[in-house]
């Protein structure tokens, strides 16, 4: 896991991608990433957020369609000695973008 800070986004749209094994976490100036799983290609889209918790579709070699992912973010930011009550409490909706 790692998390690196980068200039503050003052919109309530956190991003979502992945790139050579990981997934990230883009919001409020933070970019977190952490291991994605191994067979994954690309996140497609986000079905649901809920404080936190993310659906997903996502993409993977195995399989031709996308399926149904699970990410929870409290665990994780926890882990990295992040308030997740205050850093998730102003996100209103998370995008998938890649560059």
Do not use: C, Q
């Not at 399989?63 to 998730?88: Q, R, V």
């Amino acid at each position: 896991m790692t998390i690196s800070k980068t200039p503050t986004d003052a919109r309530n749209e956190a991003i979502l991608s992945s790139a050579e094994g990981f997934t990230a976490f883009s919001f409020g100036g933070y970019h977190i990433r952490f291991r994605a799983p191994y067979s994954l290609e690309r996140y497609v889209d986000v079905v649901r957020w809920d404080d936190g918790y993310l659906v997903v579709l996502a993409k993977y070699s195995h399989h031709a369609e996308p399926e149904e992912e699970y990410i929870d973010l409290k665990p994780i930011l926890d882990g990295l000695y992040i308030d997740s009550a205050a850093f998730l409490k102003p996100i209103k909706s998370v995008r998938i973008a890649y560059a």
